[in-house]
């Protein structure tokens, strides 16, 4: 019932930047709980970052903390991945998630709605 759409993945160089945009559409009515995960090839699916419904609440895989920041825009029923200082190692397909309710998940399998996916590649 609820549709998320990810865009603004593409091809940058190590160092460069990018910024992730996930259109959620739907029962918007409702308060949900958004998170950022990566596939690379041949891994599996691995925790980015998450962020409450107001906003105020923010996590982070260690990995990318310091370098990626996750926000929204409720008003614009989106939500944010600005990614800075980008490696090679983050070179994946970007999904994300939602989830009904007021916790922050880290875990992929407690969250109700996924979108397509964007790549992101990063060359050295």
């Known amino acids: 019932q609820v549709q998320l759409v990810e865009s603004g993945g593409g091809l940058v160089q190590a160092g460069g930047s990018l910024r992730l945009s996930c259109a959620f559409s739907?029962?918007?009515?409702?308060?949900?709980?958004m998170g950022w995960f990566r596939q690379a090839p041949g891994k599996e699916r691995e925790f980015v970052a998450a962020?409450?419904?107001?906003?105020?609440?923010?996590y982070y895989a260690d990995s990318v903390k310091g370098r990626f920041t996750i926000s929204r825009d409720n008003a614009k029923n989106t939500v944010y991945l600005q990614m800075n200082s980008l490696k090679p190692e983050d070179t994946a397909v970007y999904f994300c998630?939602?989830?009904?309710?007021?916790?922050?998940?880290?875990?992929?399998?407690?969250?109700?709605?996924w979108g397509q996916g964007t790549q992101v590649t990063v060359s050295s």
């Open positions: 739907g029962r918007t009515d409702r308060s949900y709980a």
């Open positions: 998630a939602a989830r009904l309710g007021g916790y922050v998940p880290k875990i992929r399998g407690q969250y109700d709605y």
């Open positions: 962020i409450n419904w107001s906003g105020g609440t923010t």
